[in-house]
């Protein structure tokens, strides 16, 4: 459990995010942050689960994300289509029994700097398989921010005590040969890829491709190429395209707790 209005409030909610569990506030009545909330739970109640226990990435097995002054902690899990890690800056927010020790506060290490990569999430292959680049689309969710990466590529992430970093990573796929293609999610939502529910490909007349989800908020995807159309749940909406970093983005109408997207090129 945890308090939605708190000064760590941010910090615990991407925890349950990636932890695949249930959540539970502690809040006092009329005492919440629904900024914080409407990050995690969906309007009907329902949150965008993890399929696993969020389990901690391999170099931070044998290091102390609370205590040794210099280390970071990573927990990573994977939903239908793609994968999701969250970084922590753990450091000086605690200690363990029996290796209490009287701290100075000059002595607290308030930045502390790590590295990410998509390698980092085990048993991607569940998730990667078909038509895989072997490149992927990362999702920064504080910043919005777009990447491409390889597998094995990494990237520094600097944090202060108590702050926390969310990336979706998604694998980028290849259809008809010229269209290379990642869901991210909802945009809005800790667990942005927790909100798609399966992706493919039709080619007809023309090459689309349909992914279904839920929840509403704002659909995020890589698109190398920008889309002729889009429509959702068959209604055609304006869609944006950031040519800088190939971020789709296209809004869910309020009220839809399930929809199909389709998008034509």
């Not at 990336?167 to 999610?185: D, L, M, R």
């Not at 395209?241 to 399930?258: C, G, M, Q, Y």
Request: one cysteine or more; glycine letters at 8%; proline letters at 5%.
């Amino acid at each position: 459990m945890f308090y939605s209005l708190h000064d760590a409030a941010e910090f615990h909610a991407a925890a349950r995010a990636v932890g695949g569990c249930g959540v539970y506030v502690s809040d006092k009545p009329g005492q919440h942050d629904f900024n914080v909330l409407k990050k995690l739970v969906l309007p009907d109640g329902s949150v965008l689960r993890a399929r696993y226990p969020g389990r901690p990435s391999r170099d931070c097995l044998f290091v102390d994300p609370v205590m040794d002054k210099k280390s970071l902690l990573k927990i990573w899990n994977l939903n239908k289509c793609g994968g999701v890690i969250a970084i922590f800056n753990c450091q000086g927010t605690g200690s363990w029994p029996g290796l209490e020790s009287k701290t100075e506060e000059e002595d607290i290490i308030f930045e502390l700097s790590g590295k990410v990569s998509p390698s980092d999430i085990e048993y991607f292959e569940e998730v990667s398989g078909g038509p895989w680049t072997q490149d992927c689309a990362v999702f920064r969710f504080n910043t919005g921010s777009l990447t491409r990466l390889s597998k094995k590529e990494s990237f520094d992430v600097t944090l202060k005590v108590l702050q926390c970093e969310v990336f979706t990573v998604s694998p980028i796929k290849v259809y008809n040969q010229t269209i290379q293609f990642a869901p991210i999610g909802l945009t809005n939502m800790y667990n942005s890829g927790g909100a798609v529910e399966a992706v493919e490909f039709s080619d007809s007349s023309e090459s689309k491709i349909h992914i279904r989800g839920r929840g509403e908020g704002e659909f995020g995807a890589y698109s190398n190429l920008r889309p002729k159309s889009c429509s959702v749940n068959s209604e055609d909406l304006e869609f944006k395209f950031r040519e800088e970093d190939k971020l789709f983005a296209v809004t869910i109408p309020a009220k839809n707790t399930s929809w199909d997207i389709t998008i034509c090129y």
